[in-house]
């Protein structure tokens, strides 16, 4: 007898069980029903949100590609370019560079760099450099010619004379053979130079 009435229990307990998951199923609909209700009132904000940042982008690609000329890593260009735009070389060209604007050189340029901003360099030159210019040459980079300019911030490698009406510096891994002139010079401990300094 105790046995049966233990089942009855049991399947009361399971039944109770059973309609007080539907009690809490049901309740847990209201609540997904609430929170739907205030995602709507949220919803409309996020549209203005999405256009802002695509707008955002759109600019950022607009600027980036009306005011630079890239030549991508693969390319090789046999002959000079001129250009007013910034400009980004990654591969090689056999031929003199100028721009009226920044130039950032990544591969190589055999031939004359002329610029009126500033000359990035990762990778190498073969001719001379000039202009209104600041031109950094980074660990590893090198230029085979003279520079002529205002600034030269100097870390990598320079074979050939260097005169800079404001200022030069020399970083740690530097290395110049050739001479040097300019109005202030700063020379790194490990920095090498084999040739003359004359401050102005």
């Known amino acids: 007898m105790e046995k049966s009435t233990e089942k009855k229990n049991n399947f009361k307990v399971a039944f109770d069980e059973i309609i007080k998951g539907k009690v809490n199923t049901s309740s847990n609909n209201l609540k997904e029903e609430k929170s739907s209700e205030k995602f709507e009132e949220i919803e409309p904000i996020l549209p203005v949100a999405d256009k802002a940042v695509n707008n955002l982008e759109i600019n950022f690609k607009h600027n980036s590609n009306s005011d630079s000329t890239i030549i991508s890593e693969e390319t090789i260009i046999e002959g000079s370019i001129k250009t007013k735009a910034n400009l980004i070389i990654r591969g090689d060209i056999n031929g003199d560079v100028e721009s009226e604007k920044d130039i950032e050189i990544i591969g190589n340029v055999v031939g004359n760099v002329k610029g009126n901003s500033t000359i990035f360099l990762k990778g190498s030159i073969n001719g001379n450099v000039s202009g209104h210019i600041l031109l950094t040459l980074i660990k590893e980079s090198k230029v085979t010619g003279d520079i002529n300019g205002q600034e030269l911030e100097c870390d990598g490698s320079v074979t050939g004379n ?7 510096y020399l970083g740690p891994n530097s290395i110049v053979k050739g001479n040097i002139i300019s109005k202030s010079i700063t020379v790194k401990e490990g ?5 003359s300094m004359e401050i102005l």
């Open 162 to 168: 260097v005169n800079a009406s404001n200022s030069v």
């Open 191 to 195: 920095a090498q130079i084999k040739g």
